[in-house]
């Protein structure tokens, strides 16, 4: 079969509408898969791919079995009905953000103004984020840089959605100048508030830095052997330990310890055996989750020969 290559912009949308989670079971596994459900590997249609996770892509791919329950339709109503519930879960996070203000003063129009020519520059940078390729992507998501002197949860929202839309194409060829840009737009923007009625939005904004972080290091690891990239989605997960810490927020603490364990279950999966490097990576970044600061710790020797050694390859 003639296999192209999925384009970027679908993947992402592919991979974003279920929030990278397979469409069909709900046991919370993680997709992996990108299935054409009319079992044609060139019709890259975005109303013919579904996400799967590894097992029901194996059932949905078994050929003239009896014990296929995944048909092509079956996928369709499963991914459609995934669709919905997720843009419906999105839909109800931004309402913590978008409460409606009582007794405007002059300076909450103000800001309330300011957000939305914010929001407004921020879709232009989106447009041209997917005009160019990856080379020039870093240059131009660098660019929301100058509005982050009007860091606010509302602005943040938007930065990091964006910030997960390309978190979810890491697969497609991310270089390590995104991830270095991803990571200093979430340190840029990730808004201080130590008050505790806007424990909520913290959460919230939190749980999409946890989400840009597996995608960065589950896809760098399996699908690119990048570990600069692995790395910069490790520090992310350390930042929001941090800050759970900081804050007294037990469940974003309890959720960068599950997203560990996520990795280490996933990067034992039998049917990938080249993955000993990139279990053992994550294992000396969570060993120093403790440590006060933002840099990378101290590795063991094999891993720096091996990161350097694929550093020479890219360039
Ligand atoms: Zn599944």
């Given at each position: 079969m003639?296999?192209?290559?999925?384009?970027?912009?679908?993947?992402?949308?592919?991979?974003?509408?279920?929030?990278?989670?397979?469409?069909?079971?709900?046991?919370?596994?993680?997709?992996?898969?990108?299935?054409?459900?009319?079992?044609?590997?060139s019709n890259n249609k975005f109303e013919n791919l579904a996400f799967l996770c590894f097992d029901c892509h194996n059932e949905a791919s078994l050929k003239g079995s009896l014990k296929k329950k995944l048909t092509p339709k079956t996928i369709i109503k499963y991914r459609d009905h995934k669709y919905q519930i997720v843009a419906a879960e999105r839909e109800n996070s931004l309402k913590v953000f978008n409460a409606p203000i009582t007794g405007l003063t002059t300076e909450d129009l103000l800001t309330t103004t300011k957000n939305a020519v914010v929001i407004v520059e921020i879709e232009k940078i989106k447009e041209e984020y997917f005009s160019v390729d990856w080379n020039k992507r870093s240059d131009v998501i660098n660019k929301l840089q100058k509005f982050s002197n009007h860091a606010n949860f509302r602005v943040a929202v938007d930065v990091f959605n964006f910030l997960s839309f390309i978190a979810d194409q890491t697969r497609g060829g991310m270089t390590t100048d995104v991830a270095v840009s991803i990571f200093s737009l979430i340190l840029d923007f990730f808004p201080y508030s130590d008050k505790e009625g806007e424990n909520e939005k913290i959460i919230e904004l939190a749980n999409e830095c946890i989400n840009i972080a597996f995608s960065l290091t589950y896809d760098s690891t399996i699908y690119l052997k990048n570990y600069d990239i692995a790395m910069y989605g490790l520090t992310i997960l350390k930042f929001i330990y941090k800050k759970g810490k900081q804050q007294n927020l037990k469940e974003l603490v309890d959720r960068v310890n599950e997203t560990y364990n996520e990795f280490e279950r996933t990067l034992q999966r039998p049917e990938l055996d080249d993955l000993a490097d990139a279990l053992q990576l994550v294992r000396e970044f969570k060993s120093d989750i403790e440590e006060g600061t933002l840099s990378f710790p101290p590795l063991s020797d094999n891993l720096m020969k091996l990161i350097y050694s694929d550093r020479q390859n890219r360039k």
């Open positions: 003639n296999r192209k290559r999925i384009p970027d912009e679908v993947q992402a949308e592919v991979i974003f509408k279920s929030n990278r989670e397979c469409v069909v079971c709900d046991n919370h596994k993680r997709g992996d898969h990108i299935h054409h459900i009319d079992g044609d590997n």
